[in-house]
């Protein structure tokens, strides 16, 4: 009676293989979506957008002067793509960029939907930045974001738009059965508010219901394929990436790209199994840090590499000093050379994943509802007193250009950049280590274009309804006053309800104010009437997009902006209030996702706006924008929950035909007689040796960064000698312990140096070095030529 068992079992286990021969090939399909024992699939890609390291308005402080020259570490765009049993997905871009912008998300949609059909659509891809203030500008599609940048820079509007697109074909090419996980927890030190006298115009019994000023919550989720295990994270939380100044050049991802890229590298460490038994106690990570702005003895860096295991080449293990230093002085700084197009890309420290049947793994620090909040955790001080700054207005003896926000290590603000990132790294390791709450449900989303310039909202908060308006874009006297993260010009200052007769006079001169818009705004003093100027075409958006993403019972609120601390959650709890009368929305966690999509500056709460400082001088529909916002988004959240569509709504406009560009291009690279690209102008003093802490820094002769951006490659490369002749690249400039910086002799020089910095980790292998620089020169005749160039070697000891 035995036998119809063993045959009926023999016949099931063909079944099985069959099953899984033929899963493998559908898994292979663009069109077909097919799981194995997981709720969805997940896929996660990133992918280089670091933009013109050369000439270029850095985004952020508005500064024309601005003007990027190096790199401090590199961008990318890091994504995720969910799809669900009934073929729903989402698709969700973070960007190390100032913002997203309406005319990339355009050009995006345009290319997904040319290579995928419908599968990916604006209804259901999301962009957002970080809002670093160190990445390359000219990308966006309004003038008034593009002045200081001299018009639109097409090479930062394209190498963004690849990088997004190349991010969401690796995303989608590595969809397979996985899955999510969500956790939050306090992070109490990476942000204070930087407009405290405007959050202090809420209600008292608002305030009273929250602990801080700020929101102190980083949630985040951890995607896990079924196989491979954890393949990446994203998290939300609302700190300003502005720990480096305007008076930066250098092209950096801020506190939260630097968060990043230790998280990744973490990842990669301890995934490889190169970690030792110390590092393995503390899961990896450098020793703790004293949040009062004094750092103890630790590696910044012992979590961020080396890519390349360099405790196991021979040569780490010679135990001569003198041995090593022969071996140093029998390389010297050969001439520049040319080399290939790709040598760059080859050489680079994070080049194909470890292990090919798994993607490198993807960290993602995403922004929040941080419109008010600052890195620069010290407070804001006078520089020439250093007293504490006025607390209504942010001034100094009634200016506000001495009144600046000090950094953890202030006034380094490279340090304060890895403190800020380092703290945010720590709490979303806690939370990756911790996550258990699964995410399970159906995968939905909605999306609308909104017009803000003339919208009606019923405001229904106390007594009977009412309906209001929003207003035509405008900025406030306090938008030119700055921040205390970025000091505005002139006389202007913040919480200026009244305005000064000079520059009213000079803002009718641009445009006359009408009565109508007056009042609209009020009781903001208009500067600039941006939604109502349109030359040489518009300043500002009128036509937004808001949008719903959902996975199971975690939900994004993508809002084209940004949005202070109170008014977040203002949005965020009338979305949940909306969520949570239906049963799979019980447990909801709603995060916002700012600056998404496009970009329309500030949403403060109508008291907030009434105080007029920054934020709501910046504000730019008037008092009643985050009103309007409420209004729209809970529309989305109910037809979320019924099922319903919603009315796609009137489409933003297509400027890209109309951009002005006004940056010359690069004419011609020259060196001096006899000089050739890459040759070493400023080497290492001969028989160096160097110790951990130290910095090396080496001088090539160079072209313009913007003949050739590097991209997936590196400008620069610290190189480890194994063995008798053989380098291996250990760093590059994606990491934060090396600085690349590029300088012309004089303006509109076409000589120019490169100059590489590196600041010796404390996890560095003893040995002997080199550091190379890459670069690309344009002909006289428009030929772009590649060479590469070397320093001598020098000896690392411990």
């Known amino acids: 009676m035995e036998f119809p068992t063993i045959y009926a079992s023999r016949a099931y286990s063909k079944m099985k293989l069959w099953t899984f021969f033929l899963l493998m090939v559908l898994l292979k399909s663009d069109d077909v979506v097919v799981y194995c024992g997981s709720d969805y699939l997940v896929g996660l890609g990133s992918y280089d957008i670091t933009g013109p390291a050369?000439?270029?308005?850095?985004?952020?402080?508005?500064?024309?002067?601005?003007?990027?020259?190096?790199?401090?570490?590199?961008?990318?765009?890091?994504?995720?793509?969910?799809?669900?049993?009934?073929?729903?997905?989402?698709v969700f871009v973070n960007l190390d960029a100032c913002m997203a912008s309406q005319i990339v998300t355009i050009?995006?949609?345009?290319?997904?939907?040319?290579?995928?059909?419908?599968?990916?659509?604006?209804?259901?891809?999301?962009?957002?930045?970080?809002?670093?203030?160190?990445?390359?500008?000219?990308?966006?599609?309004?003038?008034?974001?593009?002045?200081?940048?001299?018009?639109?820079?097409?090479?930062?509007?394209?190498?963004?738009?690849?990088?997004?697109?190349?991010?969401?074909?690796?995303?989608?090419?590595?969809?397979?059965?996985?899955?999510?996980?969500?956790?939050?927890?306090?992070?109490?030190?990476?942000?204070?508010?930087?407009?405290?006298?405007?959050?202090?115009?809420?209600?008292?019994?608002?305030?009273?219901?929250?602990?801080y000023n700020v929101d102190k919550e980083?949630?985040?989720?951890?995607?896990?394929?079924?196989?491979?295990?954890?393949?990446?994270?994203?998290?939300?939380?609302?700190?300003?990436?502005?720990?480096?100044?305007?008076?930066?050049?250098?092209?950096?991802?801020?506190?939260?790209?630097?968060?990043?890229?230790?998280?990744?590298?973490?990842?990669?460490?301890?995934?490889?199994?190169?970690?030792?038994?110390?590092?393995?106690?503390?899961?990896?990570?450098?020793?703790?840090?004293?949040?009062?702005?004094?750092?103890?003895?630790?590696?910044?860096?012992?979590?961020?590499?080396?890519?390349?295991?360099?405790?196991?080449?021979?040569?780490?293990?010679?135990?001569?000093?003198?041995?090593?230093?022969?071996?140093?002085?029998?390389?010297?700084s050969p001439p520049g050379r040319p080399t290939t197009k790709t040598s760059s890309v080859t050489r680079r420290v994070r080049g194909a994943p470890r292990n090919v049947d798994k993607p490198r793994f993807v960290a993602a620090f995403c922004q929040s509802n941080s419109g008010d909040v600052s890195p620069n955790v010290l407070g804001a001080f006078c520089l020439d007193t250093g007293l504490p700054c006025d607390f209504n207005h942010s001034t100094c003896g009634g200016k506000n250009k001495l009144c600046y926000g000090q950094g953890p290590s202030y006034p380094d603000e490279f340090e304060s950049t890895r403190i800020i990132g380092e703290r945010q790294f720590r709490k979303a390791v806690d939370l990756f280590n911790a996550a258990d709450e699964e995410i399970k449900?159906?995968?939905?989303?909605?999306?609308?274009?909104?017009?803000f310039s003339k919208l009606e909202v019923t405001i229904s908060d106390q007594g009977p309804d009412k309906v209001v308006k929003t207003c035509p874009?405008?900025?406030?006297?306090?938008?030119?006053?700055?921040?205390?993260?970025?000091?505005?010009?002139?006389?202007?200052?913040?919480?200026?309800?009244?305005?000064?007769p000079f520059w009213k006079l000079v803002s009718n001169l641009v445009k006359t104010v009408s009565k109508e818009q007056r009042d609209c705004q009020h009781p903001k003093p208009i500067l600039l009437d941006t939604g109502e100027m349109n030359i040489p075409y518009d300043w500002a958006p009128s036509i937004l997009p808001i949008q719903i993403l959902r996975v199971g019972q975690f939900v994004i609120l993508c809002l084209p902006g940004e949005i202070s601390t109170m008014a977040g959650r203002r949005l965020r709890d009338a979305v949940k209030t909306v969520l949570s009368s239906h049963k799979d929305f019980e447990n909801v966690h709603v995060v916002i996702s700012a600056l998404s999509n496009a970009y329309s500056q500030y949403a403060t709460t109508y008291e907030e706006y009434h105080v007029q400082r920054y934020e709501g001088a910046s504000t730019l529909f008037g008092p009643h924008t985050l009103s309007a916002y409420i209004q729209e988004f809970k529309k989305l959240a109910k037809a979320l929950i019924s099922g319903q569509p919603v009315e796609p709504g009137p489409l933003p406009p297509n400027l890209l035909n109309k951009q002005v560009s006004l940056l010359p291009p690069v004419v011609v690279d020259a060196t001096p007689f006899g000089v050739n690209f890459g040759d070493v102008c400023s080497d290492v003093p001969q028989n160096s040796t160097f110790k951990r802490g130290d910095i090396v820094t080496v001088s090539f002769w160079s072209a313009c960064p913007r003949n050739d951006l590097m991209t997936e490659g590196t400008f620069a490369l610290v190189e480890f000698l194994q063995g008798k002749d053989t380098w291996i690249p250990a760093y590059d400039d994606d990491d934060f312990c090396l600085r690349f910086k590029w300088s012309r002799r004089f303006k509109l020089s076409p000589m120019s140096k490169a100059t590489v910095e590196w600041r010796i980790p404390q996890g560095a292998t003893r040995g002997v070095y080199r550091i190379s620089h890459f670069g690309a020169a344009k002909s006289l005749f428009g030929s772009i030529n590649h060479f590469t160039g070397s320093s001598s070697a020098f000896v690392v000891v411990s």
């Open 54 to 90: 050369a000439d270029v308005n850095l985004m952020g402080y508005a500064k024309a002067e601005q003007v990027a020259s190096g790199i401090h570490f590199r961008l990318r765009a890091r994504a995720f793509i969910v799809a669900a049993s009934e073929g729903n997905r989402i």
């Open 441 to 451: 449900g159906e995968v939905d989303f909605r999306h609308a274009y909104i017009d």
């Open 218 to 332: 980083m949630t985040l989720l951890k995607f896990v394929d079924d196989e491979r295990g954890p393949i990446g994270s994203f998290n939300w939380f609302a700190t300003h990436a502005t720990s480096m100044g305007r008076r930066n050049s250098l092209i950096s991802g801020d506190n939260k790209g630097a968060a990043a890229r230790f998280m990744e590298d973490w990842f990669e460490k301890k995934d490889s199994g190169r970690m030792d038994s110390s590092e393995l106690e503390n899961d990896g990570l450098p020793g703790l840090s004293d949040y009062h702005g004094k750092q103890e003895a630790v590696d910044p860096w012992a979590y961020a590499h080396s890519e390349q295991d360099l405790s196991v080449c021979p040569q780490s293990h010679l135990k001569s000093y003198h041995e090593l230093l022969e071996l140093a002085a029998s390389f010297q």
């Open 473 to 500: 874009a405008a900025m406030g006297f306090a938008f030119a006053a700055g921040t205390t993260d970025g000091p505005g010009s002139f006389d202007f200052k913040q919480g200026d309800n009244k305005g000064s």
């Open 107 to 211: 050009k995006v949609i345009e290319r997904l939907k040319a290579r995928y059909g419908d599968l990916y659509t604006e209804k259901n891809v999301a962009i957002s930045g970080t809002h670093t203030h160190a990445a390359p500008g000219g990308y966006l599609q309004y003038f008034l974001y593009i002045i200081t940048s001299f018009g639109f820079v097409r090479q930062s509007f394209d190498i963004i738009v690849d990088g997004i697109e190349k991010s969401i074909i690796q995303a989608h090419e590595n969809l397979r059965p996985g899955s999510i996980f969500v956790d939050e927890g306090e992070l109490l030190d990476a942000g204070v508010n930087r407009s405290p006298s405007a959050y202090l115009n809420n209600p008292a019994a608002e305030r009273s219901k929250y602990k």
